[in-house]
C-alpha cells in the first residue's frame, strides 16, 4: 500500500463539509494518486528523442519507459494513438472540474491540438484507430502491415465535445469524413469496419445521398450480402458520432443518416424472438476456396455460415451469433451510446429499439440462477456445450461452446442507465441478479434506494463495479451506493496502483494512459463533490491495435502488452 494512502486511513474519521456528502482525508488521498498517475504519465509519456505534446499510448511500470508495438521482424516501435487516448482526454477534464487546477485540462488542449493540426489527412480523417498509430519519437505513422494501415474505429466513441471545442471545422470535417470513409455503396449501404484514407472528402455527402431500408424482413434469416462487414461495434461509432456533432450543428440529412444505419440492425432482430444482430448482412463470397477451414477470411463468405451451416442452416450466419464476444457490442457499447443520444434528442424510438434489444437478449441467454450469458443463436437455439465440428472463425474444431460470466460490470451499467431513461423495471431487476449472482457485490435492492444488502466487505477492485454505484447514487440518492464506491475505490487504490501508475492487474507490466480505474476514481470524486453534472460520462473503453506482432498474426495491444507480466 503506498504511503499516501496509508496515511489517508488513519485519518479516514476527518472529515470535511464539502459538497453534497462528507468528504474526507480518505477520499482526498484516492484523488492524490490520480493526481500522480497523470503527473507520471505525462511525464514519462513523451518522447525524449524528439518532445511534442504527443504522448505514448502506455508506460512500463519498472522502466518508466513508454510501451512499444513490435513487429514480426523485430523492430519496435513507441506508440501513440490518440484514438487510444479519449479517455484520457476526459479524465484530465474531470481533474481539473474538481480540483479547480486548468494545467489538466491544458495539457488534454494541447495534446488535441497538436494532434488536429499535425495529423489530420487531406480528406478529413485522422491518423489514429485500430490498426494506424504514430511513432512517438519519429512522429512516422506506423501500424500492422496486414491491415495495410486502414482507418477503423471500433466501440472507441471518441471525446467529440471536446474535439469540437478545440477545433470544431476539423472536427465536423472528420465526422464526414470518418462516414465517406467507411460507406462503400451508399445505395446498398455497404458499410465496413475498414474506412479509405484514399477518398476525396465531399462535405454534402448526407444531402447528395437518399437514406433507404436495405434489410427486407419478409426474408429472414436470409441476410443481404455486402462486401463489408457491418458488424455493430463499427456502426455504434458511425452512428454516435453523427448525433453528437449534430448537437453543436444541426444536420438533419446526417442524422436521417444514422438512424437509418440504426434501423438496419432493428429490422435484422430475430422475427421469433426480437433478439439482436451483431451485423445486418452477410459477408458476400468473393473467392473460393479457401486453403483450409481456419483460413477465416471474409471473402470466403459468411463466417458462421462456413462452420455451422451444414448443421444449423440459415440461421448460422455471422449476424445472428450471439457469442465469441459479439454480445458485449450490442448489449453493452451500443446501450450506452443509444442512452447517450436519447439524452440529447429525446428520440423515443431510438430508445424504444434499445430497451427491447436488452430486454430480448437477455430473455433468450440469461441463466438467472448462475449469472451467465449462453452461446445462442438469435432464434433462441442454445449452443452451451455444444462441440465444433469443423475449425473456423469460431474456435477450433473439437472445442465446446460454454456458458459464460459477463466480463465485467459494464453489462449491469448498461442496464441500469437505460433504466434510468426508460423507467423499465425488468431493466432494473435483471441488474439486480446480475450485481449479485454475476458480480459477487450484493443487493443493490429496488428503484426507490431500498432493501439494499450490499457487500461493504467486497474484495471487488473493477473501476466499472464503482462507476455502477455512483449511477446507482446518481438515480436514487441513497449513500449506501457512494459507501460502497468508496469501498471499490478502496480496493482499486490498495491492489491497483503501482509505483504510480494504475494497472490491470498487480501482476502486470505496463500501465495503459486510458485507464479506466482513473476516470472511475475521479468519477467518484466529482459525484461526492455534487459535480457529476458538468462531467462526461464513461461510455466505452474500447481503445485498441490490432494485427501482426511479433507474438502472432492477429494479436491486440490489450492482451501483447497490458497483460504483460514480465
Do not use: C
Not at 458480480?439 to 443493490?444: A, V
Not at 466529482?526 to 453534472?533: D, E, F, I, Q, R
Amino acid at each position: 500500500m503506498n504511503k499516501i494512502f496509508k496515511l489517508s486511513l488513519f485519518l479516514g474519521l476527518t472529515t470535511l463539509a464539502l459538497g453534497k456528502v462528507d468528504y474526507t482525508e480518505n477520499d482526498k488521498a484516492r484523488l492524490e494518486t490520480v493526481k500522480i498517475f497523470y503527473k507520471n504519465i505525462i511525464t514519462n509519456g513523451q518522447s525524449k528523442v524528439n518532445p511534442t505534446p504527443l504522448l505514448a499510448d502506455g508506460i512500463n511500470t519498472i522502466t518508466e519507459k513508454p510501451v512499444e508495438w513490435i513487429y514480426p521482424n523485430g523492430e519496435k516501435v513507441k506508440i501513440s494513438n490518440f484514438a487510444n487516448q479519449q479517455n484520457f482526454l476526459r479524465t484530465l477534464v474531470i481533474l481539473s472540474e474538481v480540483t479547480g487546477d486548468s494545467q489538466y485540462k491544458n495539457t488534454a488542449l494541447d495534446t488535441t491540438n497538436y494532434f488536429l493540426d499535425n495529423f489530420t489527412d487531406k480528406n478529413g480523417l485522422y491518423y489514429w484507430g485500430g490498426h494506424r498509430f504514430i511513432n512517438l519519437d519519429t512522429l512516422k505513422l506506423e501500424g500492422p502491415q496486414d491491415k495495410n494501415q486502414v482507418h477503423e474505429l471500433k466501440n472507441h466513441f471518441p471525446y467529440y465535445e471536446f474535439l469540437y471545442e478545440v477545433n470544431p471545422i476539423n472536427t465536423k470535417n472528420y465526422v464526414t469524413a470518418f462516414w465517406n470513409g467507411h460507406i462503400e455503396d451508399w445505395e446498398t449501404l455497404d458499410m465496413g469496419r475498414h474506412g479509405s484514407y484514399n477518398k476525396k472528402l465531399d462535405t454534402n455527402i448526407f444531402k447528395n445521398n437518399t437514406p433507404i431500408d436495405i434489410v427486407i424482413t419478409e426474408n429472414l434469416p436470409i441476410l443481404p450480402e455486402t462486401k463489408g462487414l457491418t458488424f455493430i461495434n463499427a456502426g455504434s461509432d458511425l452512428v454516435y458520432s453523427a448525433f453528437i456533432l449534430n448537437s453543436f450543428e444541426n444536420n438533419p440529412d446526417m442524422t436521417n443518416w444514422a438512424k437509418t444505419l440504426l434501423k438496419q440492425y432493428e429490422l435484422t432482430k430475430n422475427p421469433k424472438t426480437g433478439a439482436p444482430v451483431y451485423q445486418f448482412s452477410s459477408p458476400k463470397k468473393r473467392e473460393w476456396p479457401p486453403k483450409s477451414d481456419s483460413d477465416t477470411n471474409s471473402k470466403y463468405g459468411d463466417r458462421a455460415y462456413r462452420q455451422f451451416g451444414p448443421e444449423f442452416g440459415d440461421i448460422a450466419k455471422e449476424g445472428n451469433a450471439l457469442f465469441k464476444g459479439n454480445a458485449k457490442a450490442i448489449v453493452v457499447d451500443n446501450a450506452l451510446i443509444l442512452t447517450e443520444i436519447y439524452k440529447k434528442t429525446g428520440d423515443k424510438e431510438l430508445l424504444n429499439w434499445s430497451i427491447n434489444t436488452l430486454k430480448n437478449f437477455y430473455k433468450i441467454s440469461f441463466d438467472y440462477e448462475t449469472g451467465e450469458i449462453k452461446p445462442v443463436w438469435n432464434d433462441g437455439t442454445d449452443l452451451t456445450n455444444y462441440t465444433l465440428i469443423r475449425d473456423g472463425y469460431y474456435g477450433k474444431k473439437g472445442s465446446k461452446l460454454t456458458k459464460t460470466k459477463p466480463a465485467t460490470e459494464e453489462y449491469a451499467i448498461a442496464l441500469i442507465r437505460s433504466y434510468e431513461v426508460s423507467k423499465d423495471i425488468d431493466l432494473w431487476n435483471l441488474a439486480r441478479v446480475m450485481s449479485d449472482k454475476t458480480f459477487s457485490l450484493g443487493d443493490i435492492g429496488t428503484t426507490n434506494g431500498q432493501n439494499i444488502k450490499l457487500d461493504f466487505k467486497t474484495k471487488n477492485s473493477s473501476p466499472y463495479a464503482l462507476l455502477l454505484m455512483t449511477d446507482l447514487y446518481e438515480i436514487t440518492k441513497n449513500d449506501s451506493y457512494l459507501k460502497m464506491a468508496k469501498v471499490i475505490g478502496d480496493n482499486i487504490v490498495n491492489t491497483k496502483f503501482k509505483n504510480g501508475y494504475f494497472v490491470e492487474d498487480a501482476r502486470y507490466l505496463n500501465s495503459r494512459i486510458d485507464s479506466p480505474e482513473a476516470f472511475a476514481l475521479v468519477t467518484l470524486d466529482a459525484t461526492l463533490k455534487g459535480k457529476s453534472n458538468s462531467i462526461p460520462k464513461y461510455i466505452s473503453n474500447g481503445g485498441y491495435i490490432h494485427g501482426e506482432h511479433i507474438e502472432g498474426d492477429s494479436v491486440y495491444d490489450k492482451n501483447v502488452i497490458y497483460k504483460k507480466t514480465t
